[in-house]
């Protein structure tokens, strides 16, 4: 089983930057890809990046997601979300999740069903 932890949002400033955190306390060990989704009001759960854990290769779907960037520290059993140039339209809740079997790697990456593991949520507000 693997536990997460997040932290780092909050209300911001159109054009502000934000970092989010999201800490393994446990099962570090069995954390193959972690990922970042985003939950606006009303709307479906969004993907929006992922990392391989071991290795550190970065998935993305797109090129709309330039503003955003995903990291992690092995050290520290946390993965991060850099998120720049912040504008109204981010506002939702941004949620860590972490692929314990492999299910995800560099196909289905993008799925919500392919990560087995998530943390509580955390709101960031961008105001304009």
């Known amino acids: 089983q693997v536990q997460l932890l997040e932290s780092g949002g909050g209300l911001v400033q159109t054009g502000d930057s934000l970092k989010l955190s999201c800490v393994v306390t446990e099962g570090t060990d069995k954390t193959y890809q972690m990922a970042w989704f985003r939950q606006a009001p009303g709307k479906e759960r969004e993907f929006l990046l992922a990392i391989n854990w071991l290795s550190g290769a970065v998935y993305r779907v797109n090129s709309k997601k330039g503003r955003f960037a995903i990291s992690r520290d092995r050290a520290k059993n946390t993965g991060y979300l850099q998120m720049d140039n912040l504008t109204p339209n981010d506002t939702a809740i941004y949620y860590c999740?972490?692929?314990?079997?492999?299910?995800?790697?560099?196909?289905?990456?993008?799925?919500?069903?392919?990560?087995?593991?998530w943390g509580q949520g955390t709101q960031v507000t961008v105001s304009s």
């Open positions: 999740s972490v692929d314990s079997t492999a299910n995800s790697g560099p196909y289905y990456f993008q799925w919500v069903d392919a990560y087995d593991s």
